[in-house]
Structures are given as structure tokens and as C-alpha cells.
């Protein structure tokens, strides 16, 4: 299969809302705490960009990516999707937001991006949720 050209989108960003806040085990990473509101994340497929967001969009799969364990979470929705011609790191970079899981989705990460999934409000008490959660 041939790559995709340059200007062609490889990169996509995934809108969330989560309603409440939550604890969440995302697979090997550990159980975190999710403060409610809205996160993005980044993305890329090189190849397949349309079959790899109609995977993350659909309720049931199997878990397998970091991203899948909290788009699997109770109350959490996809508000919008974005594609773009972008480098991953360099679209990530440019989002607003803080870190809430170092690492996250960035284990192939090689522009020190810290976490490819970024929280994008702020309230009282927030960096709190920002550190793993004591297990329970």
C-alpha cells in the first residue's frame, strides 16, 4: 500500500467529555483519576486513518490501545473529531491543555511530547487529579 502524501490527513485529534469525574485503570499505565471536562487527543494511522477513528468510536472492541480505556469509560463522549495533514507531535504540541497521565498515547513519542492526551479546563483543586491514584 502506498503512503500517504504529505498533504493527506494521517493525524487525527478525539474531542472528549467526561460528565463526571472518574478512577480509571488505562491498561498497564495504572488507575488514575479523571477530573470531569473535556480532554483531546492525538492520534495518527499512516495507513487506514477512517478505519482507525471508526474503531475508536465504537462502544465495543477489545482494549488495546491506551486511548481505548477511557473512551470505554462511563460517561465519557466523543464531542468532535478532527483529521489533519499535521505531524502527531507537532498538532499535539500546538494544543492547549494540561497533562493529565504522563505518557499517555505517547509511548512511540520521540518529540517529547510528555503525553499526547491533554485536560483542557481548570478548577479549584485540580492538580490533585493530576497524579496516579493510590490503589484501592
Excluded at 109 to 128: A, D, F, V
Aim: charge should be positive; proline fraction near 7%; aromatic fraction near 8%.
Amino acid at each position: 500500500m502506498a503512503s500517504p502524501n504529505e498533504d493527506s490527513p494521517h493525524t487525527y485529534q478525539l474531542h472528549l467529555r467526561l460528565a463526571q469525574p472518574a478512577r480509571l485503570v488505562i491498561g498497564r499505565l495504572g488507575t488514575f483519576a479523571f477530573p470531569a471536562g473535556d480532554y483531546v487527543y492525538t492520534g495518527s494511522a499512516r495507513h487506514n486513518l477512517e478505519a482507525r477513528i471508526a474503531r475508536h468510536l465504537r462502544r465495543e472492541k477489545t482494549l488495546r490501545w491506551q486511548i481505548d480505556y477511557l473512551l470505554a469509560a462511563p460517561g465519557v463522549s466523543v464531542t468532535r473529531v478532527v483529521r489533519s495533514a499535521i505531524d502527531e507531535c507537532t498538532l499535539n504540541q500546538a494544543t492547549a491543555g494540561t497533562l493529565p497521565i504522563p505518557g499517555f498515547g505517547a509511548g512511540d513519542c520521540r518529540q517529547g511530547c510528555g503525553s499526547h492526551l491533554k485536560y483542557q479546563g481548570r478548577y479549584p483543586g485540580w492538580q490533585e487529579h493530576l497524579h496516579p491514584a493510590a490503589p484501592r
